[in-house]
């Protein structure tokens, strides 16, 4: 026999190609946000302020898929940069609620113009009903993968 025993062949492999794909879009957009000043994770950062003002560290890292700390570091490197803004004290608990400035919000609307740009290039040759097809692919799998992961996220 020429396949491997139970193991996985990378050339037919879903999940390694989606590996693939993900990896070939990180550095797509790395590429595009590199010339603005942004990381990739940057930027989710700033999208995610941008759709929902107020998030703290702890959905904010969780929504870019990094640890807190990094969040962290990054969310004060924002703030000295004029771009986020969060109260000296927590409203209430320990949440501080983070916020676009009008800086920031100038600066996400270039970096999402050379996101969409990535994003198009990555369709490109997919009809409308392909697009549609494969979204619904990928949201069955994440919601498959997230139903048998333990650890709550």
Excluded at 58 to 84: C, H, K, Y
Excluded at 95 to 124: D, H, I, N, W, Y
Excluded at 140 to 145: A, D, E, I, N, T
């Amino acid at each position: 026999m020429s396949h491997v025993d139970d193991g996985i062949e990378l050339e037919t492999s879903l999940g390694y190609l989606l590996k693939e794909a993900s990896s070939a879009l990180r550095m797509a957009m790395e590429a595009v946000l590199r010339p603005l000043g942004m990381t990739v994770t940057h930027y989710s950062c700033l999208e995610l302020l941008s759709q929902r003002p107020g998030l703290s560290n702890s959905e904010l890292a969780r929504g870019a898929f990094v640890t807190r700390q990094s969040m962290n570091v990054l969310l004060q490197t924002l703030e000295r940069e004029g771009l986020v803004t969060r109260p000296a004290e927590a409203p209430v608990g320990k949440v501080l609620p983070t916020r676009l400035t009008s800086r920031g919000r100038q600066s996400l609307e270039k970096a999402s113009v050379a996101v969409r740009s990535v994003e198009l290039r990555m369709l490109q040759g997919m009809s409308p009903q392909e697009q549609t097809a494969a979204f619904v692919v990928l949201q069955h799998m994440v919601r498959s993968l997230r139903a048998g992961d333990d650890s709550g996220a």
